[in-house]
């Protein structure tokens, strides 16, 4: 009797945990792949830029100051795992464009974590020509998202952020 496979975005998804594992992140771990075309043209976790000292080598700032896990970037040296695969791709001449990002998430202690992209890496995401991004919740279940809604989100949230500024 034939074995049952496993679906397509489940296994990327599962390549992108395994990458997750090499972050040196103190709080949590992301991994990220990226695929064109059915095969994986780029990889990328979360961690500081190149040659720069990490968390697991001298502690973590942002738990020294007890910041936020999302956010407080002023407090962390760390590339973020989606940007990392696209930087990763560039390094080596790779076009990513109309390609899929899967990206995993954990905690210090190996608990599955959010792993949505925020704004700054939606961003890149969108420039780099990513068509659409793949990841799960807490429960496994498997999120797809469309970043060409991205746009228009960033673009309202821009134009809801000039009214404010404007009093309006």
Known sequence: MPGKRIPKDLYYLNIAKSVSQRSGCLRRKFGAIIVVNDAIVSTGYNGPARGVVNCEEV??????????????????????????AVINAARNGTSVLGGTLYIYGETADGKPTPSHPCDRCKRVLINAGIERVVTDDENGNLLYYDVKEWVKEDTENYKKRLEEAKGE
């Not at 502690?59 to 795992?81: E, F, I, Q, S, T």
């Open 59 to 84: 502690g973590c700032l942002k738990n020294m100051v007890n910041a936020p896990h999302w956010g407080a970037y002023d407090y962390c040296p760390a590339v973020h795992a989606e940007e990392n």
